[in-house]
């Protein structure tokens, strides 16, 4: 059975405060994370930042996975998130959630989330009808072409061991070129108070991207969140085992 967490520990440190000692202590952190399964070792993950930081709301980790890999639960829940008579193949990509931590006790487990359990990234313009997601895959310099041509997901570039980084200065005023809400959860934002998302993603050997999202309370300029997404790199090594053994989701659950 999947354990209920309660509301998250939220620590003391703030993101546009934290020492270069901190940051190596949350290497640390990331190295004690659960080998037991990708999905364990990423609700250790998010909890790491949880723990760690008071401006902090949500933290989800998110891995694009295959369809035909997706357990039961989450395999439906694609399909009914794509559009009415959208057509899936076993290999279609899907970015699966797989942690999350939150200052609300339904966002401390991932069965309880309403909208983003498994999102399938069907093709180009149906990943560019979704504000954040598209602005994520692009900060991440995912080519969306790709999509339509059945491409793998991830790109050279982070194939070659170097991380991507999400940023969305102010969740409270950025828009893309459609003038749409990039975080378009308003009712969240307001109640929240978010300022600065951003996020941190990767990729292990055989392709599969590794993405984590922070939603704060602070507001960061660029050059403070530079200072995070080397995190991602420490995820990977300590879980890299488990995903090529192929143990993503908790066998517990």
Same mark, same amino acid.
């Given at each position: 059975?999947?354990? #209920?967490?309660?509301?998250?520990?939220?620590?003391?440190?703030?993101?546009?405060?934290?020492?270069? #000692?901190?940051?190596? %202590?949350?290497?640390?952190?990331?190295?004690?994370?659960?080998? %037991?399964?990708?999905?364990?070792? &990423?609700?250790?993950?998010?909890?790491?930042?949880?723990?760690?930081?008071?401006?902090?709301?949500?933290?989800?980790?998110?891995?694009?996975?295959?369809?035909?890999?997706?357990?039961?639960?989450?395999?439906?829940?694609?399909?009914?998130?794509?559009? #009415?008579?959208?057509?899936?193949?076993?290999?279609?990509?899907v970015l699966t959630l797989l942690g999350t931590?939150?200052?609300?006790?339904?966002?401390?487990?991932?069965?309880?989330?309403?909208?983003?359990?498994?999102?399938?990234?069907?093709?180009?313009?149906?990943?560019q009808g979704i504000p954040m997601i598209s602005?994520?895959?692009?900060?991440?310099?995912?080519?969306?072409?790709?999509?339509?041509?059945?491409?793998?997901?991830?790109?050279?570039?982070?194939?070659?061991? %170097?991380?991507?980084?999400?940023?969305?200065?102010? #969740?409270?005023?950025?828009?893309?070129?459609?003038?749409?809400?990039?975080?378009?959860? %308003?009712?969240?934002?307001?109640?929240?108070?978010?300022?600065?998302?951003?996020?941190?993603?990767?990729?292990?050997?055989?392709?599969?991207?590794?993405?984590?999202?922070?939603?704060?309370?602070?507001?960061?300029?660029?050059?403070?969140?530079?200072?995070?997404?080397?995190?991602?790199?420490?995820?990977?090594?300590?879980?890299?085992?488990?995903?090529? &053994?192929?143990?993503?989701?908790?066998?517990?659950?």
């Open positions: 059975m999947r354990v #209920a967490y309660a509301l998250w520990y939220f620590g003391s440190v703030l993101f546009n405060s934290v020492s270069w #000692a901190e940051i190596d %202590r949350l290497r640390e952190r990331c190295g004690q994370c659960s080998q %037991r399964s990708l999905e364990a070792a &990423a609700q250790d993950f998010a909890g790491v930042f949880a723990e760690s930081f008071e401006s902090l709301v949500l933290a989800r980790v998110f891995a694009v996975l295959p369809l035909k890999v997706l357990p039961t639960r989450e395999h439906a829940f694609a399909l009914q998130f794509a559009e #009415a008579g959208a057509s899936l193949s076993p290999d279609t990509p931590r939150g200052r609300e006790a339904a966002w401390n487990s991932r069965d309880a989330s309403q909208g983003h359990l498994a999102i399938p990234l069907l093709d180009q313009r149906f990943v602005k994520l895959l692009a900060d991440l310099d995912v080519d969306l072409r790709g999509l339509d041509l059945g491409q793998p997901i991830i790109t050279r570039q982070m194939l070659g061991g %170097r991380n991507g980084t999400f940023y969305v200065a102010d #969740a409270q005023t950025a828009c893309d070129d459609q003038s749409r809400f990039i975080i378009p959860a %308003r009712d969240f934002v307001a109640a929240q108070k978010v300022r600065t998302v951003f996020g941190m993603g990767g990729a292990y050997i055989d392709g599969t991207l590794i993405v984590c999202i922070l939603f704060t309370r602070e507001e960061l300029d660029r050059a403070t969140v530079d200072h995070y997404p080397s995190l991602i790199s420490n995820f990977k090594m300590v879980t890299s085992k488990v995903q090529v &053994a192929g143990a993503i989701f908790d066998a517990s659950a």
